[in-house]
């Protein structure tokens, strides 16, 4: 009886105000990602545009993978009036909010078609980027201030859940009202797509109103040194001129860096190998000059040191010095692994379904709305059995179970087109993913100290994507040499480390009853 008494509990948590209200802003997150990527890109597609001259719209992309670099400003940096008004918290979520709806409303404006209307659109659609990324940022440090710790894998379950909706809603939903409008691949309708952009900015007021309901968190950061707005402004420069050196940097490499790479594979034979290796000199020499300028700049005045101290050295020192060098490191180790198996084979499963002969139509079906609704379940169930048994527990039982079901890629890769074993695989696949993702946020949430949320968070969720990112490249080149099933394999063992991180992390005594 006691025990039916607690999941009873645990299921009446679901109706915490604080709970719901992350739904909201999920759907809110889910929003702008796929209008950069898949909606945007068949638009560009069917207004005749090759995909290959619209390489810059990846660096949108950019801006959720480096977004830990201005997460300091948006933590610690107030908004003139704004902040006054609605506090620290929801006057960044407002403005980010604002920003992604006229973004997407100028995306709508643009016509590709047009002569010229390419650069236009290019510099809209990386102000998204900044705008959805700098949303991010917010809405993880309000999650993690707003609740207590054993509230948070509810929070991240019903977040998932409203992220999943969003992307379903500026994904399918977009691409189903463009062709009804009367945009198809033949007869291209700029008046479809920009209607379709404009209802896509209108449905961003389901987080803008929930940022003006909402009330600011009660745990808040406190700054030992209040400073002044011209005091900001001074360090908003550097960080802006930054931006500039490091986009300069890609631009003016652009010419050479693609000879080095015809030259760099005649050498090799590797093309994926050659175009890595410039392209990870381009970053490692863009970098180097952003580290340089900041050398320099730190004798200007327009350096404040306190400032840079506070904002980006001590966010980092603080979890160094809570746990410790060694436990640190294995920390950061666990966050870039958990979730690799899990995304390098998400980058090749389109292609693979397409190759086992299922229709866009059964991928449509089966892969994205069945599997959208197994996510979300996975999140809820995630969400529960975390607070029923402990965040760890339920991470052990989500990479064991990412372990497994990639392994059911196997038998699909051996059997072909089974539409029967497509949705078994699916379902497990997309249920297990919805239950890790919601015990990992709920964990890395557990991870941040109040003092540094939006960094410390925006460190750990960069991080979890960067390596599987990097790995993922190589997918295609993978399954190309090994075959699907020895892919599949690999893929399934990437995980096994995983199993073996948290059983260490687990020994220590911060963790020991997670």
Known sequence: MHNHHNWLQSLKSFRHPQVITMLFLGFSAGIPLLLIFSSLSLWLREAG???????????AALAYSFKFLWAPLVDRMPLPLLTRILGRRRAWLGVSQFGIMSSIALIGLVDPAQENALNLMAVVVVMLGFSAATQDIVIDAYRIESAEQDLQALMSSTYIAGYRIGMLTSGAGALVLASYLGSTADAYSYNAWKVTYLCMSLSMLIGLVTTFVIKEPVHQPNSSHPYSTQQYLKFLSIFIMCIAIFVLTYLFTAS?????????????????LSNLAIEAGRLTLG?????????????????ERQLVQETYIDPIADFFSRYGIKLAILLLAFIGFYRISDIVLGVISNVFFQDMGFTKSEIATVVKTFGLFMTIAGGFLGGLLAMRYGVIRILYLGAALTVATNLLFMFLAESGHNIELLYVVISADNLTAGLASAAFVAFLSSLTNISFTAVQYAVFSSLMTLLPKMIGGYSGSMVDNLGYSTFFLVASLIGLPVLLLIYLIQRHAAFKNQ
Do not use: A
Request: glycine content about 4%.
């Open 49 to 59: 545009v090759e995909r290959s001259t619209v390489t810059y719209f990846s660096w």
């Open 256 to 272: 050479d860096s693609t000879l080095l790479k015809i030259q760099l594979k005649e050498l090799t034979h590797n093309g994926v």
């Open 287 to 303: 970098i180097l000059l952003v580290i340089g300028f900041i050398k320099v700049m730190s004798y200007s005045p327009l350096y």
